[in-house]
Nanobody, 120 residues
Framework: QVQLVESGGGLVQAGGSLRLSCTSS????????MGWFRQAPGKEREFVAT????????YHADSVKGRFTISRELAKKTVYLQMNSLKPEDTAEYYC?????????????WGQGTQVTVSS
């Protein structure tokens, strides 16, 4: 099994910054992506960013491009989401997820989430 544990959420004023972390443990994979998603109350889950664990290549949603940055630390098996210039509309529960590229399923493994609240 795989365990994904997020941390780093909290309450911040608009324009502020937070860094989320997600550490994986358990089963290992040869090729996989680590992604961040978010879900605000009453809204559907939204893709935020993803990183290829082996190559380090990244992709960010347009809504966060230029403000958020996904990165990883191989030795710690941790993926980060640096969030700058936060806006009230960034308020959501943030989840990290793992996509095993050897299967047809997308993002099979999920963390429990961490709440980010941005006040205006």
């Amino acid at each position: 099994q795989v365990q994904l544990v997020e941390s780093g959420g909290g309450l911040v004023q608009a324009g502020g910054s937070l860094r989320l972390s997600c550490t994986s443990s358990g089963r290992t994979f040869n090729r996989y992506l680590m992604g961040w998603f978010r879900q605000a109350p009453g809204k559907e889950r939204e893709f935020v960013a993803t990183i290829n664990w082996s190559s380090g290549s990244t992709y960010h949603a347009d809504s966060v491009k230029g403000r958020f940055t996904i990165s990883r630390e191989l030795a710690k098996k941790t993926v980060y989401l640096q969030m700058n210039s936060l806006k009230p509309e960034d308020t959501a529960e943030y989840y990290c997820a793992l996509d095993d590229l050897s299967t047809d399923r997308d993002y099979e493994y999920w963390g429990q989430g961490t709440q980010v609240t941005v006040s205006s």
